[in-house]
């Protein structure tokens, strides 16, 4: 097995996940601090925190971590949702977009120029919705039964808490797809657009990169090094 030390070589970026990695809860992973502030006295390596939990937006990320004591730019945190308001603007360019998100995650939106609407959708996404209704499922069921478009902003089934897992955007879209035999397109880690969006926003030219990103399940936490070529995993 490789050891973490050999592993970690020659990785000028790390890309960070947050819920269940850097902290959990109201609390920080023991060591997360002292990795980050390593990261950041060093002069050849950077970080930044991708989640794929669009339930919230980087400024509410920003507070909580400063609060958990790391204080960090806004630049520094990109969300599923992020990437995919990346995409519907390139590939859905003016489209009218039902969105099943939170009221943070919609405001958040409609500053990037995203046109929410409630009837006659272009696309229609769901989200890590924490005040998801019935209402809001039978009308984005009824949206993508008839032909709509079906994206949704990550695949994750369970987002960690402090007492143990809770329902996330992936498990809302089995409901969908059991409703409306259609499967959604998926975004957010670990697809392309997510690479692509950091690369454009980080300004990373060079064809090889490294992302080392910690991944929390319900079994165990590891350490997965990926190998970055040509934009697409």
Known sequence: MQKKEDALKGVKLF??????TVYLGNHMIDGALDFIHEVDASEDRDYIFFTNNASRVPSVYVEKLHKLGLDVDESKVVTAGDVCAEFLKVNYPGAKVYLNGTPVLEENWKEKGIH????????AVQSFDTTLTYHKLDRICHYVRNGVPFIATHMDTNCPTEYGFMPDCGAMCSLITDSTGVKPRFLGKPWKETVEMLQKSLDIKQKRWHLWVTVYTQM???VLTMEQKDSSF
């Open 116 to 123: 929410l609407v409630e009837e006659d959708p272009d696309v």
């Open 220 to 222: 165990w936490q590891q």
């Open 15 to 20: 890309v960070l996940d947050m819920d269940g």
